[in-house]
């Protein structure tokens, strides 16, 4: 079959991109499938029974980049409420979206059979994030399958406990979608399963947050959890990610708890446990998933600045979630406390990071905080709304978030197309960001130093 080879011939990766055969850089053909995906999803959901009354294409197309995204941002009417089918569609997109299609294609090839060619190994290097071709084939199904049992034992737990309040086939059909939202981080709820409805729950909050963990943490890390099981025999990135993942959601969960239970607003109004588990949903779902109970219109400022800082940093590497990621913020700020205390070599757990590693961190931030500068000023200067409220939908698409203060539905379509564009960026443009730099040669040429003033 040639259904999985991308590009015709069997020559080197390089001879075809040089040759004129295949002139596509590896994150083109991502962005390209991410594209196609986006406008097949776009153009289901413009099918008259995918809603109540016809999505217009650019709702749909807005909708379709907000599931494949895994963002969560929506512009539907009210009176445009989506029938089965076009939940079916925007689950599906989402499914894909979070984990790649080059993972459901590197498994679906390797279970025919059929060898992985050059040309897409190339490809699903940058989609996972390696560097070793040998890793390929193992990465994408230890993606597949933790994937798929985390979120099988995630629809058995939610399914059960809704049962009791519904029926078995409104409970299953619940829990199959809030199961692959809260996984993939993709946000949407169901009418029936939005997160307002549960405050206090236990259950639901604690199963909701713990599928957002696992599918934000990075498929590496809970691959090497499963099998090592034994705090010292973790890799040294494993071991930081999971610390800092801890220590992120605890800070989040105690400056939300500590600012806004005084809101009646948000938290004053709840007893302590309902004040405790939303405060804790709010915090997990604040990397890049977009869940909230509360209404984030009402949030305190300062509550809102902490929320922008979740969203920008975002989950693991190799993970349904976006962000500059955990591992970069860690990087960054090991290398800035290594340089106040003077020390050459950056280290974490007794490990040195790599000068690249450090480089490709400050880039990252850098071209992500120059996006969300551009993009609010941009919006600023088209649309008539507070400052923050502006920073926030910027940074949450940016992000992959989905989070809102209610101002996305009310933004002009220049402003709905911006949002589309950051959306993109923001799953794509790291991989991008990453192939570039990790693709220079070493030039032969040396100049010499000179001083130059920072600080």
């Known amino acids: 079959m040639r259904l999985f ?28 499938g991410f594209m196609l995906l986006i406008v097949l999803g776009a153009g289901l959901l413009c099918l008259p029974f995918a809603a109540d009354k016809p999505l217009g294409f650019f709702t749909a197309l807005f909708t379709a980049t907000s599931a494949v995204t895994v963002t969560g941002l929506s512009i539907l009417d009210a009176d ?3 029938q089965p089918f076009g939940y079916a569609v925007v689950a599906a997109l989402v499914q894909i979206g979070g984990l790649g299609f080059v993972t459901f294609a590197v498994v679906a090839a390797m279970s ?29 199904f230890v993606v597949f399958k933790l994937s798929a049992a985390i979120e099988l034992m995630g629809i058995l737990v939610l399914t059960a406990w809704w049962l009791p309040g519904t029926g078995f086939l409104q409970a299953l059909a619940q829990a199959v979608f809030h199961t692959i939202m809260a996984f993939n981080n993709g946000g949407m709820a169901l009418p029936g399963t939005a997160m307002g409805r549960y405050l206090g729950d236990p259950i639901t909050i604690l199963a909701t947050t713990a599928l957002i963990i696992l599918g934000g943490i990075g498929f590496s890390v809970v691959n090497d959890v499963r099998t090592k099981r034994k705090w010292g025999l973790l890799t040294s990135y494993t071991r930081i990610i999971l610390l800092a993942t801890l220590l992120l959601n605890v800070f989040g969960f105690l400056l939300i708890w500590a600012l806004e239970h005084g809101n009646p607003h948000t938290l004053g109004a ?7 588990l939303t405060a804790w949903l709010q915090s997990v779902a604040s990397r890049t998933a977009g869940f909230h109970s509360i209404d984030l219109v009402h949030l305190q400022d300062e509550t809102t600045l902490v929320l922008m800082l979740l969203m920008f940093i975002g989950g693991g590497s190799l993970s349904t979630a976006s962000g500059i990621k955990v591992g970069t913020f860690v990087v960054l700020l090991a290398a800035a406390w290594s340089y106040i205390r003077g020390h050459r070599e950056i280290v974490l757990l007794r490990r040195t990071i790599a000068p690249d590693t450090v480089q490709k961190s400050l880039a990252l931030l850098l071209v992500t905080g120059a996006l969300a500068f551009v993009a609010t000023l941009l919006m600023c200067i088209i649309e008539k709304a507070r400052f923050l409220d502006i920073l926030f939908e910027v940074v949450s698409a940016l992000s992959t978030t989905g989070a809102t203060r209610d101002l996305t539905p009310s933004l002009s379509a220049p402003s709905h197309l911006l949002l589309i564009v950051l959306m993109f960026v923001g799953r794509l443009g790291p991989l991008t960001l990453i192939y570039s730099l990790s693709t220079q040669r070493a030039s032969r040429v040396r100049h010499p130093e000179a001083p130059f003033q920072v600080g």
């Open 112 to 140: 025919l059979g059929k060898k992985v060619a050059l040309q897409y190994q190339a490809v699903a290097l940058e989609a996972f994030n390696q560097t070793s071709v040998s890793k390929i084939r193992a990465t994408a």
């Open 270 to 276: 709840l007893p302590m446990h309902a004040q405790a």
């Open 5 to 32: 080879k991308l590009w015709p011939g069997r020559g080197p990766y390089k001879k075809l991109r040089t040759g004129g055969v295949f002139r596509a850089s590896p994150p083109m053909v991502l962005a390209g």
């Open 80 to 82: 445009t409420h989506l």
